[in-house]
Every structure is written in C-alpha cells, then in structure tokens.
C-alpha cells in the first residue's frame, strides 16, 4: 500500500505477517498452542507455524463453521486453539458457531481474522469484513483486539495467548508504518497514548493509527494540538482514557477501517456519552461496500486518510 505521509514513517509488515511470526514464536514454548485454518493458511501466515509444528496444525478446509467447532472442541480438551481464516469468513460465516461453542461457554479460543478492512484492495467486497469488529462485539466474553503495526501485533499476540477467554484480533494484509519502537508497551483494555495534545483527541486503531498522527502533525502547522490514542483494546475499552480525554480536550474524533456505525466509534460514544460528553466526530466506512481497487485509492475515495481525519477535527473545531 503506498503511503506518503507529511511525517517520514518507516514501513514494516502487514500486521498479518506480525500475526505469523509471532504464533511461531509462541509455538515454541507453549506445546499446548494448536493452529486450526481455513485452507487459507499461506494468506493468514499460519503456514509458518505449520511448517515447524506440523503436528500442532490442521487445515479443515473452506469449512468455516466446522473451523469454529474444531477449535471450541479444543479449547474444551484443555488445549489452546488459535484459529484463523480471512476475516470477513470466519466471522460472517461461523458465526452461528461462535455464538454457541465458544462466546456462550466461555472457551479459551482464540480467533483471529486476517485481510480485513478495505485495504486488501484488488480482492474486493466480497473479502473486505468490515462489519467483523461489530460482530465480534456481538459476542459476549469475547475480548477484541485491533492492533496497529508489526511491533504492536508481536505483543497483541503474547497477550491475546496469555489471556483467558474466547478473544477476536483482527489483522491486515497491506504493508504498514511502524509506529512504535521494537519494545512497546501492551496491556489489554488500556490505550497509548502516542501524542499529547490538549485542543482535540483524536481515537483511532489498525491502520488509522498511523492516518491519524500524520493528521495530528497537519493540524499542529494550524495551531491545533490534537492527542493521539491508539485504542488497540476495543472490549474491554479503555474508559477511564476515553473520559480523561473528553474532558482534557473537549472533542474527539474516531477513525477506523471498519463501518462508522458500530465499530469502535460506536464504544467510545457510550463510554463519552456516559462519563463526560463532548463533541464527537466519526471516520470510517460510511453505509456502504467498497469495490475492488488500489488500496491507496480505495482508502481516499471512502475518506480513510489523514486527510479526512484532520477536516473532521477541523469541522469540531
């Protein structure tokens, strides 16, 4: 994905790659990690973990719901199921079964969806998920996780698998900017604050990370000191960060790659509405499907850049 921000990003891996690296590591020093794929493991990157831990993996095939089954049954023999298929599949089709075999009794399956968003591009609706997050919030005891970079995912993975509970992450296809150091901070359910600011916050995970700091560097050549959140936690949602910003700053604005409507837009104004209402103000994917495209140009016509995000700021302020 071509990125030319204001402020020199360096480019890392896709988040799905981090994803990858990270399970195999994981794999070497907890035998009781089992990956479980959906015949798109060369995609997911699970393959990585295949090839060294060939008897820890199985591929049930483009049987998403049987998918689902496999790893609660798992997760109920003690084990530790990683299962993962493109978002998009594994969340709208298995859904039924993550309701019922996993969320319901409360199993500790960990369910990870790759090429999600618009930019996975030249692929097209059919495999964007951009209503996962929402589904995944639908789902009681699920913890939901976007992280933003490749650092950021290596250390999702290690709490997402030191965690207890049935636990949705959601990862990416396109290469992304680095924005954080090899060593980040990364605890669950708390946001990083990655810029401070006083005048407006600007709330954002995934790839919007990194939009909404190049938009925060455009506003500061207006004047305007704008705080930067990255939410990598959406359930459980980092409240006490939501209120202290609502009521430090007075406004916020709220990018994702995901439909506006009940993503994690929608959490934040519950949490805001809640404890300390203020001006808000959304971006995302605005009631509609994509097409298929350049991601570049997919994430500007549907107003995913940093551009979009600093003329809402604008439009609060």
């Not at 913890?143 to 490749?150: F, G, H, Q, S, Y």
């Not at 704008?226 to 980092?238: C, G, Q, S, Y």
Request: charge should be negative; glycine fraction near 8%; aromatic fraction near 6%.
């Amino acid at each position: 994905m071509a990125v030319k921000p204001d402020i020199e990003f360096t480019m890392g891996k896709a988040t799905r790659d981090a994803f990858g690296a990270a399970l195999r590591e994981a794999g070497k020093t907890n035998a009781d990690i089992v990956v479980v794929d959906g015949d798109v493991n060369n995609s997911t990157r699970t393959e990585w973990f295949a090839q060294e831990f060939p008897e820890r993996f199985i591929n049930v095939g483009i049987a998403e719901s049987n998918l689902v089954g496999i790893g609660a049954g798992l997760a109920a023999c003690g084990k530790l199921p990683v299962i993962a298929s493109f978002a998009c599949f594994i969340m709208c089709n298995g859904y039924d079964q993550l309701r019922m075999s996993v969320a319901f009794p409360n199993l500790n399956v960990k369910v990870v969806g790759s090429h999600a968003g618009i930019s996975i591009g030249e692929d097209g609706p059919s495999q964007m998920a951009i209503e996962d997050v929402a589904l995944a919030l639908g789902l009681p005891t699920f913890t939901v996780i976007v992280p933003a970079d490749e650092p950021s995912t290596h250390k999702a993975v290690a709490a997402m698998l030191e965690s207890v509970g049935p636990a949705y992450m959601r990862v990416g296809r396109p290469d992304v900017p680095v924005v954080y150091g090899d060593d980040p901070d990364f605890t669950l359910g708390k946001a990083n604050e990655l810029r401070s600011g006083n005048d407006i916050t600007l709330i954002a995970n995934g790839i919007m990370v990194s939009a909404a700091l190049e938009a925060a560097h455009t506003l500061a050549a207006d004047g305007v000191e704008a705080r930067v959140l990255d939410m990598h936690t959406v359930r459980p949602l980092d409240v006490e960060a939501v209120t202290r910003a609502a009521r430090e700053t007075g406004k916020i604005v709220v990018a994702e790659e995901h439909l506006v409507q009940c993503g994690l837009g929608s959490v934040v104004a519950m949490a805001a509405a809640e404890h300390a209402p203020c001006a808000m103000a959304f971006v995302g994917v605005e009631n509609t499907y994509a097409e298929s495209g350049d991601p570049a140009a997919l994430l500007e016509k549907y107003g995913l850049t940093a551009r979009h995000i600093a003329a809402k700021a604008q439009s609060l302020l």
